[in-house]
Nanobody, 120 residues
Framework: QVQLVESGGGLVQPGGSLRLSCAAS????????VVWYLQAPEKQRELVAS???????NYVDSVKGRFTISRDDAKNTVYLRMSSLKPEDTAVYYC??????????????WGQGTQVTVSS
């Protein structure tokens, strides 16, 4: 069994920074592509950033230059560093990861989400 847990959200002023973490645990053989999504109130979930197993990162245009996705495979953790935060960044942020278990099965896992609120 594999579990994915997000953390690091909170309340921050405009222009501030946060670092979100997405930590996987369980019977993990390898973690493939990891994707961060956001979901604003009463809106559909949207892709924010992704990173492949080789470290290739992609971002939605609205966060380019402000957000950085990275991974630490020794810790089974992916990070999303968020800088120059804007009120429109306010949302619940979710992590999704394709994980190969030690049993040889590949599944997509979702975390529970972490709230980010950007407000004065």
């Amino acid at each position: 069994q594999v579990q994915l847990v997000e953390s690091g959200g909170g309340l921050v002023q405009p222009g501030g920074s946060l670092r979100l973490s997405c930590a996987a645990s369980g019977h993990i053989f390898s973690i493939k592509t990891v994707v961060w999504y956001l979901q604003a109130p009463e809106k559909q979930r949207e892709l924010v950033a992704s990173i492949t197993s080789s470290g290739i990162a992609n971002y939605v245009d609205s966060v380019k230059g402000r957000f950085t996705i990275s991974r630490d495979d020794a810790k089974n953790t992916v990070y999303l560093r968020m800088s120059s935060l804007k009120p429109e960044d306010t949302a619940v942020y979710y992590c999704n990861a394709f994980i190969v278990s030690t049993g040889g099965n590949t599944y997509s896992y979702w975390g529970q989400g972490t709230q980010v609120t950007v407000s004065s």
